[in-house]
Each structure stands twice: as structure tokens, then as C-alpha cells.
């Protein structure tokens, strides 16, 4: 009786766990991968040494050193594979607070530029996007999962609303579709196990009358009286 009542409970927490983990996943799909495509620096802000180290940073992230920019007016870019390589990831529309740093070794690090990093900024077909402060640094920005994310098409905002909201709706759809095929698949499962057990009762039950049946046979009580 209780083993039989605590087995829907076990599907529950099942299912549940399912829900979670689709859940998870369609985040995961959702981030969309920064690189570097391109960086210029105008200045450098520490005078002691000449060789600066530039980093990138977004808030409550780790930071991503860019160990081959060293000199101010080089032009320089990247595969999009190097080992420090991506920058970051975005997610639907959030913004980041990200910025372009140099190292001090003295007082707290000088900043080339920070600013809101969004993935509606990249609005260009290319998935690119370039970044550029006047007399600090030119940077350039790849991101081709960005640009459905943030609507390439034009500027208006009634555009960029609906592709969330369709972005968000698909994975939704996707979400629920799956997870409603995956319990429906396993609550079939269940009811057959239940049907196949009770089944299987039932020819014990009706094996174990046979086999009294077969004892009084044997014993001959049954024949014997019909003797007398
Ligand atoms: C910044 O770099 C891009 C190439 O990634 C270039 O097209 C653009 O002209 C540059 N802008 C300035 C102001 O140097």
C-alpha cells in the first residue's frame, strides 16, 4: 500500500527535475559569445613603464588581459580564437557595465573607457560593433548571435520589442513542447508498468489456485471421495 502510493510522488520530483534542466538549457542557448575582433589604443595612461597591460572587464566578472596590445596606434586583430578569447557573453537583452582598464602600479587602474556593453548594440548584419572614444581606444566587437538577439534590421524600437518577445516565445514553445512529450512519454511508460504488473498478479494469483488444485490431485482427496 505505501510502495504503491509514494511511486506517483517519485514521477513528480521526476518531472520536476526535467522542468529545471530544460529551464537551464534554454539559457544556456540564449547566451550569445563576445569576442575581440579589433583594438586600437590612442594612449597610454602609465608613464613608469611603456609597455601597458590592457585589460577588459565587466562587473562581477573575471578580466580578460589582452596580453599582445602594447603600443598605442598599432592596429590590432584577433581571430576570435585566441586563448584568453571570448571576452564575455550576453544574455536576451541584458546590458553589461564592461570597460577597457590599464594596470597601475600604483594607484587604482586607469580606465580607457566603460560604458553600458548591450547586445542591441550590435545592430549591423556583420555582427559587429565598434566601440570608439576619441583620444582613448577604437575597439571592435564580434558578436553574430547578438544581432538576432538586438534586431538588425532598423532602429525603430517596436522591431526590436517583438524579436524578444518572439526570441523568448520560441524558446518557451520549445520548452513546453518538449517537457509536455517527455511526461506524456513517461506517464505511458508508468501505465504500462502498472498494467504489466497487475497482469502478472493476477496469472500468480490464478497460478497459485491451479497449483492447489494440483496438491489435492495428488493427495487424491478429491478422486477418493468420488470413489466412495
Ligand atoms: C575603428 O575601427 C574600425 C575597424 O574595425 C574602422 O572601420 C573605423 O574607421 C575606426 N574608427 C576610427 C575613428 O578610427
Not at 572587464?57 to 599582445?68: F, S, T
Not at 557595465?97 to 566603460?114: H, L, N, P, Q
Not at 558578436?143 to 538588425?152: I, K, Q, T
Request: glycine share 4%; charged share 25%; net charge neutral.
Amino acid at each position: 500500500m505505501i510502495r504503491r502510493r509514494s511511486r506517483p510522488r517519485v514521477l513528480w520530483v521526476l518531472l520536476l527535475l526535467c522542468s529545471i534542466l530544460l529551464g537551464y538549457f534554454s539559457v544556456i542557448i540564449s547566451a550569445a559569445v563576445v569576442t575581440l575582433d579589433s583594438i586600437e589604443i590612442f594612449r597610454t595612461h602609465e608613464w613608469l613603464t611603456s609597455k601597458p597591460t590592457v585589460y577588459f572587464q565587466c562587473k562581477g566578472e573575471d578580466r580578460i588581459v589582452l596580453p599582445d596590445v602594447k603600443d598605442k596606434h598599432v592596429f590590432y586583430t584577433f581571430k576570435g580564437e585566441e586563448s584568453w578569447q571570448p571576452l564575455t557573453e550576453l544574455q536576451d537583452l541584458k546590458c553589461k557595465r564592461c570597460g577597457f582598464y590599464e594596470k597601475d602600479t600604483i594607484k587604482s587602474d586607469d580606465v580607457f573607457d566603460e560604458w553600458e556593453f548591450c547586445p542591441s548594440d550590435f545592430n549591423r548584419s556583420d555582427g559587429k560593433y565598434v566601440h570608439f572614444k576619441d583620444r582613448e581606444l577604437n575597439a571592435t566587437f564580434l558578436c553574430p548571435e547578438c544581432v538576432p538577439l538586438g534586431s538588425a534590421s532598423d532602429n525603430s524600437t517596436q522591431p526590436r520589442t517583438n524579436s524578444k518577445g518572439m526570441h523568448w516565445a520560441l524558446i518557451m514553445v520549445i520548452s513546453i513542447t518538449v517537457s509536455a512529450a517527455f511526461f506524456a512519454g513517461l506517464f505511458a511508460v508508468y501505465k504500462y508498468w502498472q498494467k504489466k504488473k497487475r497482469q502478472q498478479e493476477q496469472a500468480r494469483f490464478l497460478r497459485l489456485f491451479e497449483e492447489s488444485d494440483d496438491i489435492e490431485d495428488e493427495l487424491g482427496i478429491g478422486p477418493l471421495s468420488h470413489v466412495i
